[in-house]
């Protein structure tokens, strides 16, 4: 993975050179600088977990939101810093019902 060093994000391999789909800055590629890069070619799949036999007592605590996909009005959460410290954590969702994860931010 390689980040723009104009703005920061990241950029994507054409041909012979890296391009940044923000502002448009170009790199050329160098291959012994890609060699220690990981890719998803690189990375092994995870298996699927089965969670349709647990109890919902192992899912951790659940609180009263309405799923946006089937409605159902109980969901188990948990809470991530995923921002800066200075910032609240971000609540992670899953349905008990149909298994949809979403998240919500404080904005």
């Not at 104009?6 to 291959?31: F, I, L, Q």
Request: charged share 35%; proline share 2%.
């Amino acid at each position: 993975m390689k980040f723009c060093d104009e703005c920061g994000s990241m950029m994507k391999a054409d041909g012979d050179e890296w391009v940044c789909g923000s502002c448009g800055y170009t790199e050329a590629r160098n291959e012994a600088e890609e060699s220690d890069m990981t890719t998803q070619q690189d990375q092994e799949e995870s298996d699927i977990v089965d969670m349709s036999d647990v109890g919902e007592e192992a899912m951790g605590p659940t609180t009263e939101i309405r799923c946006p996909e089937c409605g159902n009005d109980r969901a188990s959460y948990e809470m991530k810093q995923i921002r800066s410290a200075d910032e609240s954590e971000t609540r992670f969702f899953t349905c008990t019902e149909c298994g949809h994860k979403w998240r919500e931010d404080d904005h």
